[in-house]
């Protein structure tokens, strides 16, 4: 009789640019919409944390925001999160872009004063020829030294099982930290907020996304239908006008297409109760990050 291998656990933390795709890697080895996604830069504010179980692993992905120099006072609190990541993960995932034209400099810099093991992943290789994305690598590896490097595609799910297994040679023995069925140690409000702040983004142009929060006032869950009434927060007046539209048809079609992916998210029917509020320069005033989650 063969000895079964040993459990494993342990936390990996996904560094690197904006738009990489991170949140893309998260949600398809978890196989569920974990980390909200869009192509717009600086989606993901929180640590989202994603866990991955099988027979003999468990992996608690720590999602950081894109490395940035921060600015603002939400700036701030994102960076916080990074910095968490480099003292709490086991592993280092370095998400690499091929195609992304711009430096990777702030990102390295951050990489070099981390003292863990780093898997550099290769991400997108299903828009990019092997060759171009190797010359991108051996520059890298001039710079960091990587444990081992693996070439993905998050969005076809190319790579991703070979990945797993190599974070788990990198894990020691132990039990699970939470329970095998858990995919997020986030309450379900969490995620309602990110879907809404989600449609924001598909939604709205310009500056909006970036200037808005989402704060959910009350979740009343019943039989057959879950009652949610939610605030989107922005910084102006003017703001609120463009997320509202003329007779009200923007908010409408933000609540119709939230609604919708709330639903596909909790699998039951959804009445969702959305209002815009200003708060004059939230991002800018640290108690008001603070109170909305960051």
Request: charged share 30%.
């Amino acid at each position: 009789m063969t000895d079964k291998q040993p459990h494993k656990s342990g936390y990996a933390a996904i560094i690197g640019k904006p738009n990489a795709g991170k949140s893309t890697l998260m949600n398809r080895i978890l196989g569920s919409k974990i980390s909200i996604t869009t192509h717009k830069a600086q989606t993901t504010r929180h640590q989202v944390v994603g866990i991955y179980s099988d027979e003999d692993t468990q992996i608690i992905f720590l999602d950081t925001p894109g490395v940035i120099s921060p600015t603002y006072e939400l700036q701030k609190a994102m960076m916080k999160t990074v910095e968490r990541a480099r003292s709490d993960a086991d592993v280092i995932l370095f998400i690499f872009d091929p195609t992304d034209s711009h430096p990777t400099d702030e990102v390295i810099e951050l990489l070099r004063s981390i003292n863990k093991p780093i898997i550099l992943v290769v991400n997108k290789i299903d828009v990019i020829n092997t060759e171009k994305a190797e010359k991108k690598v051996s520059a890298l590896k001039d710079q960091l030294r990587f444990k081992s490097i693996h070439y993905v595609s998050a969005l076809k799910g190319e790579g991703i099982s070979e990945l797993i297994d190599d974070i788990r040679s990198l894990f020691m023995p132990g039990p699970p930290y939470y329970p095998k069925e858990d995919l997020s140690e986030h309450p379900v409000r969490f995620f309602v907020s990110e879907l809404i702040r989600e449609q924001v983004y598909l939604q709205f142009q310009e500056e909006i996304p970036y200037s808005c929060t989402v704060d959910v006032i009350s979740y009343a869950e019943d039989i057959d239908i879950d009652r949610i009434s939610a605030e989107i927060i922005v910084n102006r007046k003017s703001q609120k006008g463009m997320l509202i539209g003329k007779g009200g048809k923007a908010i409408k079609n933000l609540g119709i297409a939230a609604r919708a992916s709330i639903e596909e998210f909790i699998g039951k029917k959804v009445f969702l109760d959305l209002h815009v509020k200003v708060r004059e320069k939230w991002r800018e005033k640290e108690n008001w990050v603070r109170n909305l989650g960051y």
